[in-house]
C-alpha cells in the first residue's frame, strides 16, 4: 500500500465523523431557528375565560340575544364541536355547551322555515339566514344529526338560484344589511363558501356541482372585482378592506383542499400580501369599512368581526401550506383581541378599538355576541390546525 493510500484511508472515517457532527449541528440549529407553532398559555388562559363569559350570554328560545346574525353560525358549530370546556387541567364537563348548540341549531331551523314560507324575510335577512345554514352545516357534520339536511339543501338551493339568476355576482342593494355593509363581493364569496362547507363536512352525491358553482362564482368574482394583487368592495369601490380579501382567502383555500389545484392556494397567499398594507404596528389589521359611521377621526380602527375572519383565513393558510408564518401572524391579530378589545369591566369583547381606545356605550356599536362566539370558533380552530387529534 503506497503512501497515498494510506493517508486516504485515514481520512474516510475522519471525513464520515465530521460530517456526522455537521450533520447534527444543522439538526441542532434548525430546531432552534424553526418557529414554534404552540398555543401561548395566555391565549389559552384567555380562551377559558371567553368561555365561561360566553356561557352567560342570554339565549332565548335558541337565538343569543345581541347576536347581529354572526351566532347562528358560529355559537351552533362552536358549542356543537366542543361539547366540554377545556383549561389547562383537562376537560370540564359543560352540560350546558350540549343544550346551547341544540338550542341554536332549533333556532336555526325556524330561521329557514320562515325564510322558506316568505321571501321578503329572506332578502332582507340574507346575512342571518346564510349563517343559520352554515351553522347547521357544522352541528350536523359533529353530532351526527342529518335530520335537518333537507332543509339545508333546500335553503341552499335557494340561494344557490339567487346567485345564478344575479350572473353568480350579487350586487343588490334591497335593503339587505350584509350587502350594505360588507359589500358584493364578500357576499359572492359568502354564497360559494355555503357551497364548499357543504361539500367538505356533508359531501355526498352533490358535492361535485356544489364545488363546480363555487368554482363558477369565484370566476365571477374575479371578473368583476380583482384588480390584478386584491378583491374590490365591489367593482365601484376601491378601498382596501380586509372583508372581501379574508373571504376570498377562505373560498380560496376551501376550494384547493377541494380540488388540489394549487393556483387557487397561490391566489390565497397573494392577496395576504396585498393586505399588509392595513396591518398597524399596535397589533391587528385597520379594517376601514365601517370607520365612518362609528365617527373616527383617524385610520385607527378595527373591528372585532374583522379579526376573528382575518384569524380564520390565516389559519387555513396555515394548515395548507404548512407554513409557521401564518400561524404566527394569527396569533398577532388574536393578541390585539386579547389585550385591545376586551373589558375586563364587563368581562366581554367589544365591537371595535378607534382612535386609540376601545368601544364605548355611547358609540354606535358596542358589544355583539355573535363576535364573541366568533373569537372563541376561530382559536378552536386554530387549535385544531395544532394538535388536529385533539
Given at each position: 500500500m503506497t503512501k497515498t493510500e494510506r493517508r486516504v484511508l485515514w481520512f474516510v472515517p475522519v471525513a464520515c465523523g465530521?460530517?456526522?457532527?455537521?450533520?447534527?449541528?444543522?439538526?441542532?440549529?434548525?430546531?432552534?431557528?424553526?418557529?414554534?407553532?404552540?398555543?401561548?398559555?395566555?391565549?389559552?388562559d384567555f380562551y377559558v375565560t371567553m368561555q365561561r363569559s360566553a356561557l352567560r350570554f342570554p339565549q332565548t328560545d335558541g337565538a343569543w340575544d345581541q347576536h347581529?346574525?354572526?351566532?347562528?353560525?358560529?355559537?351552533?358549530?362552536?358549542?356543537?364541536?366542543?361539547?366540554?370546556?377545556?383549561?389547562?387541567?383537562?376537560?370540564l364537563h359543560q352540560p350546558e355547551h350540549q343544550a346551547l348548540a341544540r338550542a341554536a341549531a332549533a333556532h336555526n331551523a325556524k330561521t329557514l322555515a320562515r325564510a322558506q314560507a316568505d321571501r321578503a324575510?329572506?332578502?332582507?335577512?340574507?346575512?342571518?339566514?346564510?349563517?343559520?345554514?352554515?351553522?347547521l352545516i357544522e352541528y350536523s357534520a359533529a353530532t351526527g344529526d342529518r335530520s335537518g339536511l333537507s332543509q339545508i339543501d333546500q335553503t341552499l338551493d335557494v340561494i344557490n338560484g339567487f346567485a345564478i339568476a344575479l350572473g353568480y355576482y350579487i350586487d343588490i342593494d334591497a335593503g339587505m344589511f350584509a350587502i350594505q355593509t360588507y359589500g358584493p363581493t364578500a357576499i359572492s364569496a359568502g354564497v360559494a363558501l355555503l357551497n364548499l362547507q357543504h361539500a367538505t363536512y356533508i359531501g355526498g352525491e352533490g358535492a361535485p356541482d356544489r364545488i363546480e358553482l363555487a368554482r363558477s362564482i369565484i370566476a365571477k368574482i374575479d371578473e368583476k372585482a380583482w384588480d390584478g394583487a386584491r378583491y374590490r368592495v365591489s367593482p365601484r369601490d376601491g378601498l382596501l378592506e380586509l372583508y372581501p380579501n379574508t373571504m376570498m382567502m377562505l373560498v380560496l383555500c376551501r376550494l384547493y383542499e377541494r380540488t388540489g389545484e394549487r393556483a387557487h392556494l397561490l391566489r390565497a397567499e397573494q392577496v395576504y400580501e396585498a393586505i399588509q398594507p392595513l396591518r398597524s404596528p399596535r397589533g391587528g389589521y385597520h379594517s376601514p369599512y365601517s370607520a365612518a359611521a362609528m365617527g373616527a377621526k383617524t385610520d385607527d380602527y378595527t373591528t372585532l368581526s374583522s379579526q376573528n375572519y382575518l384569524t380564520l383565513a390565516l389559519t387555513l393558510l396555515f394548515q395548507n401550506t404548512a407554513q409557521a408564518r401564518y400561524f404566527d401572524e394569527a396569533l398577532y391579530v388574536l393578541d390585539f383581541v386579547r389585550t385591545r378589545l376586551f373589558d375586563p369591566a364587563s368581562g366581554h369583547l367589544l365591537h371595535h378599538f378607534i382612535d386609540g381606545r376601545i368601544a364605548l356605550p355611547s358609540d354606535p356599536e358596542y358589544f355583539c355576541t355573535g363576535c364573541n362566539l366568533q373569537f372563541l370558533y376561530a382559536v378552536h380552530l386554530l387549535m385544531q390546525a395544532v394538535a388536529p387529534s385533539e
Amino acid at each position: 500500500m503506497t503512501k497515498t493510500e494510506r493517508r486516504v484511508l485515514w481520512f474516510v472515517p475522519v471525513a464520515c465523523g465530521l460530517r456526522q457532527v455537521a450533520l447534527a449541528m444543522l439538526c441542532l440549529w434548525l430546531l432552534a431557528c424553526a418557529p414554534r407553532t404552540e398555543i401561548p398559555s395566555e391565549l389559552s388562559d384567555f380562551y377559558v375565560t371567553m368561555q365561561r363569559s360566553a356561557l352567560r350570554f342570554p339565549q332565548t328560545d335558541g337565538a343569543w340575544d345581541q347576536h347581529y346574525g354572526d351566532a347562528p353560525y358560529y355559537g351552533t358549530a362552536f358549542y356543537a364541536k366542543t361539547p366540554s370546556l377545556h383549561d389547562a387541567a383537562g376537560s370540564l364537563h359543560q352540560p350546558e355547551h350540549q343544550a346551547l348548540a341544540r338550542a341554536a341549531a332549533a333556532h336555526n331551523a325556524k330561521t329557514l322555515a320562515r325564510a322558506q314560507a316568505d321571501r321578503a324575510f329572506f332578502l332582507e335577512h340574507l346575512e342571518e339566514v346564510m349563517m343559520s345554514v352554515l351553522g347547521l352545516i357544522e352541528y350536523s357534520a359533529a353530532t351526527g344529526d342529518r335530520s335537518g339536511l333537507s332543509q339545508i339543501d333546500q335553503t341552499l338551493d335557494v340561494i344557490n338560484g339567487f346567485a345564478i339568476a344575479l350572473g353568480y355576482y350579487i350586487d343588490i342593494d334591497a335593503g339587505m344589511f350584509a350587502i350594505q355593509t360588507y359589500g358584493p363581493t364578500a357576499i359572492s364569496a359568502g354564497v360559494a363558501l355555503l357551497n364548499l362547507q357543504h361539500a367538505t363536512y356533508i359531501g355526498g352525491e352533490g358535492a361535485p356541482d356544489r364545488i363546480e358553482l363555487a368554482r363558477s362564482i369565484i370566476a365571477k368574482i374575479d371578473e368583476k372585482a380583482w384588480d390584478g394583487a386584491r378583491y374590490r368592495v365591489s367593482p365601484r369601490d376601491g378601498l382596501l378592506e380586509l372583508y372581501p380579501n379574508t373571504m376570498m382567502m377562505l373560498v380560496l383555500c376551501r376550494l384547493y383542499e377541494r380540488t388540489g389545484e394549487r393556483a387557487h392556494l397561490l391566489r390565497a397567499e397573494q392577496v395576504y400580501e396585498a393586505i399588509q398594507p392595513l396591518r398597524s404596528p399596535r397589533g391587528g389589521y385597520h379594517s376601514p369599512y365601517s370607520a365612518a359611521a362609528m365617527g373616527a377621526k383617524t385610520d385607527d380602527y378595527t373591528t372585532l368581526s374583522s379579526q376573528n375572519y382575518l384569524t380564520l383565513a390565516l389559519t387555513l393558510l396555515f394548515q395548507n401550506t404548512a407554513q409557521a408564518r401564518y400561524f404566527d401572524e394569527a396569533l398577532y391579530v388574536l393578541d390585539f383581541v386579547r389585550t385591545r378589545l376586551f373589558d375586563p369591566a364587563s368581562g366581554h369583547l367589544l365591537h371595535h378599538f378607534i382612535d386609540g381606545r376601545i368601544a364605548l356605550p355611547s358609540d354606535p356599536e358596542y358589544f355583539c355576541t355573535g363576535c364573541n362566539l366568533q373569537f372563541l370558533y376561530a382559536v378552536h380552530l386554530l387549535m385544531q390546525a395544532v394538535a388536529p387529534s385533539e
